[in-house]
C-alpha cells in the first residue's frame, strides 16, 4: 500500500474512502511516512554551490552523518527540510560566502547521503546539535521546515547555541505538520487521529511535546522568521503564532510555496542582511 506524497484529486479523494473504511491500515501506512522519509532525487538547482567543500563526517547514535563545509569566518548551519538534503539549501552558500561566513550544511539521518532508515524528531535534533561538536557553535542557524522545528529542539533539549536563528516555513509543531501531511495524502480523519497516537508510540512520547512555539521560549538568540503566504504544507498561521510567542520578527513572502521559498532571492537577501546586522 503506498499513499503517494503529491496526490492527484482522484487519487486524495479514492484514499479518503478507503482510509474511512480501513483507518488502521491506512494510519500506519501515515505514521511511517513521517519517520521513515524516502530518499528522493534531488535536483541540483544551484550547480557548483559545494564545489570545494570539505566533506566531514559527524557520529549520531551509531549514524555516520556527513556534513559539507565551506568558506572561512562565523559558522552558519545550513539544515535541510524532510526529505532533502543539504543541496536544498545551496541558494544561501554563495551570498553568505560573500558576506564573510561559513557555511555547514549536513544530510540529516535517513535523508542524503547520511547513514538511517528512520529519522524519529529526537535523532534529527542531536544531529544537528552534534555538529558543533566538530565545526562548534554557529554563529548562526539557517533551517527550512521539519529542519528548523528540530534545529529549535535541538536548542531546546540537546545544547545547540546558535547566536542568531531563521526559520523557513516551520510549523507550529510536529503534530501540526504530521496532521498536514496525512491531509495533503487524503487519510480520513479516523486515520488520522490513529496516525497521531502510532507515531507517539513510536517516538515514546506525545507527539504534541515536539512544539516550535513553546521551544522557541528556551532559544536564548535573535531571530528571524520567513514564510511563504501561501504555503500549503505549513499554514501562515504557524508562523503567526510561532512570531506571537517568540517575539521574532516574521516575513510573509509571495515566492510560489513551501519549497519554492528556498530559491527565492527575495528570502535569501532577508536571511544574508539579517545575519550581517549581528
Known sequence: MNIPNTASRAQIGLVRLMSTVMPGPFARVGAASFLKPRRLPQRELWTGAFDGSARHEVT????????????????????????????????????????????????????????????????????????????????????????????????????????????????????????????????????????????????????????????LRAVDAPGLLIHDKHDRIVPLADATANARLSGWTLVSVDTGGHNKMLGSDAVISHAVEFLKTG
Do not use: C
Not at 182 to 201: D, T
Open 60 to 215: 549520531v547514535d551509531t549514524l555516520t552523518v556527513p556534513a559539507w563545509a565551506r568558506g572561512e569566518g562565523p559558522t552558519v548551519f545550513l539544515i535541510h527540510g524532510w526529505e532533502r538534503d543539504h543541496r536544498a539549501m545551496g541558494g544561501f552558500v554563495r551570498p553568505l560566502l560573500a558576506a564573510g561566513f561559513r557555511v555547514v550544511a549536513p544530510d540529516l539521518p535517513a535523508h542524503g547521503e547520511a547513514e538511517g532508515v528512520y529519522a524519529p524528531l529526537p535523532l534529527l535534533a542531536r544531529a544537528i546539535s552534534a555538529l558543533s561538536r566538530v565545526f562548534g557553535q554557529p554563529q548562526a542557524v539557517i533551517a527550512h521546515s521539519v529542519g528548523g522545528a528540530m534545529s529549535v529542539l535541538a536548542a531546546e533539549s540537546y545544547g545547540l547555541r546558535p547566536g542568531r536563528m531563521i526559520l523557513l516555513g516551520t510549523p507550529i509543531g510536529a503534530a501540526n505538520y504530521a496532521m498536514a501531511q496525512g491531509q495533503s495524502r487524503g487519510l480520513a480523519p479516523a486515520s488520522l487521529g490513529r496516525m497521531l497516537e502510532m507515531i507517539s508510540a513510536e517516538l515514546k512520547e506525545p507527539l504534541s511535546r515536539f512544539r516550535v512555539d513553546q521551544g
